[in-house]
């Protein structure tokens, strides 16, 4: 009997801690009493289908939009149709994730795991051999550039979708763009990698359109945010900080538009690759 699928709610949500909480500190020379609002994090363990996968340090918002999109940026399913159903459990900074998935899934990563079995770690965080972390992924088919209007004055715009980084600072965002060139939704997060996968995950839970988007993101953009890019479908990611040269070579390999937008020069295309002018 097939599962129910409920992919949009979780069953059984578990609360989690405010994103922020105040805490005294004191001064070198001596001065105490004073209170400030900083940024919480949460270790959230994951399991599919009764198999621990991942535990994850994030931040204590919109864990239902993390875990759609962490799921679907890891590779574990190939679309939001594969995860059945979810529940969140634990209080304070425990907590679990019991994800439902369906059974291709399923195999493909239990499959994965053994495949991996034995070997030795290659050093890259979380990854347990080469072929995880450059796995193939299919190419985009292109997009146009978007307009220079709509990154005009950008990293002004974005601010009101960073009421946590506005508010304590220490952590990273994610933004998505629409086709039109309007601001949609946001996701923050302690860790530039989670953001993202926020953000893909509420796309993908609220049925957003992804032709013609963009996302941007606030932290340095190295491989394993194209990659998540590119697993999603979104065919232009704007950075507000620069790439590294493998990022740039797999956005060029997976006709993926990747732009830098310097703090105080024009935006920087990176791929496509551009022929210079003699």
Known sequence: MQAKRTVGTASAFAPAPEASQSYSYATLEGQDGARTELAEEVALAIAYNGISQAV???SPTDLEDFIVGFSLGSGIIASRDEIYDFKLSGCGSAMQA?????SRAFWEMKQ?????AGTSGCGLCGVEAVEQALPEL???PGAPLPP???LEGLRQRIGEFQPLGRHC???HAAIY??????LLLGREDIGRHNALDKLIGALVRQDIPLAGGVAIVTSRCSLELIQKVLRAGIQTLVSLSSPTGLALQWARRHNLNLIHLPQH???RVYSPAMEIQA
Request: hydrophobic fraction near 50%; charged fraction near 15%; aromatic fraction near 4%.
């Open 56 to 58: 994850m340090l994030v």
């Open 98 to 102: 019991e994800v439902e998935i369906a």
């Open 112 to 116: 994965q795991r053994r495949q991996l």
């Open 138 to 140: 299919n190419v985009l």
């Open 148 to 150: 220079i209007q709509w």
């Open 169 to 171: 600072g220490a952590v």
């Open 177 to 182: 763009m629409d086709g039109n060139g309007q």
């Open 265 to 267: 020069s024009a935006p």
